[in-house]
């Protein structure tokens, strides 16, 4: 294989939060720089062939860091992910050097909502991890008003990021975050929000208020909750040049 494009990647373990859903903390030789919501593209080498098997995933940990952390579903008839679950501690995992991605902050905007199915938290965790680390260090002296939907069929599939940025909404003025499962039944300890993202969406761009003239909304994740998601926005009266989406399957 021809490594001169790509970086090579240690993983450092695999966080199981359901049989298909898992965090993979993987390990740099240095600090990798890219801009919050932007996606890596990973791979395995394949016997013969000159370059390996590659699939983009959105980068969840913030920039600058020798660390990477990617929130990843497992497709069973995949060609890469039932591969990415048998590696062990470290494995060799290949990335391409150049990370891209038009996914990013608004920063045409100051207020920003967020929604997002399962795995597409990833790049808001990234763009909320950098805004934190800009206001600790000093870089930034007023954070961008951030609201975050996060939906799943159960709480668990919403990962250690659940407990992340609740958190973080309970000590941060500018930050919200709603948790919403669509299968309560299976479920029956759930307190929180009940039905999918766009169910309880418009419910809470209302109880925001933010000034729609100056907010950027993103969807990412499920394309039919993206493209209901994208209805509720313009209905509501946000500008579509200010309406983001990265949809993660079709």
């Not at 695999?14 to 049989?19: H, I, M, Q, S, T």
């Not at 920039?63 to 995949?78: A, H, M, T």
Request: hydrophobic content about 40%; charged content about 25%; overall charge negative.
């Amino acid at each position: 294989m021809d490594a001169s494009q790509y970086s090579r990647l240690t993983l450092l373990e695999r966080v199981d939060f359901a049989d298909d859903l898992a965090l993979f903390r993987l390990q740099a030789d240095e600090p990798v720089h890219f801009t919050p919501g932007q996606y890596a593209t990973l791979g395995l080498s394949q016997n013969g062939s000159d370059r390996p098997l590659l699939r983009p995933y959105s980068v969840v940990s913030a920039p600058g860091q020798e660390e990477l952390e990617f929130f990843i579903e497992r497709v069973d008839d995949g060609s890469l992910t039932p591969h990415l679950w048998d590696l062990s501690p470290g494995a060799d995992v290949w990335m391409r050097d150049k990370i891209v991605g038009r996914f990013t902050l608004d920063t045409d905007r100051t207020y920003h909502l967020m929604a997002a199915t399962v795995t597409g938290v990833g790049p808001y965790v990234s763009i909320i991890r950098n805004q934190l680390r800009a206001l600790r260090t000093g870089s930034l002296d007023a954070p961008s008003p951030m609201l975050v939907l996060h939906g799943a069929s159960r709480s668990w599939e919403l990962g250690t990021y659940r407990e992340e940025l609740a958190s973080l909404a309970d000590r941060a003025d500018w930050f919200g975050y709603v948790p919403t499962i669509s299968r309560p039944w299976d479920d029956p300890e759930w307190d929180g929000e009940r039905g999918r993202v766009e169910d309880v969406l418009r419910k809470h761009l209302d109880a925001a208020d933010f000034p729609l003239d100056d907010t950027a909304a993103y969807t990412c994740g499920h394309p039919q909750m993206i493209e209901k998601a994208q209805g509720i926005f313009e209905r509501a009266g946000i500008d579509e040049e200010a309406i983001h989406e990265e949809k993660y399957f079709a």
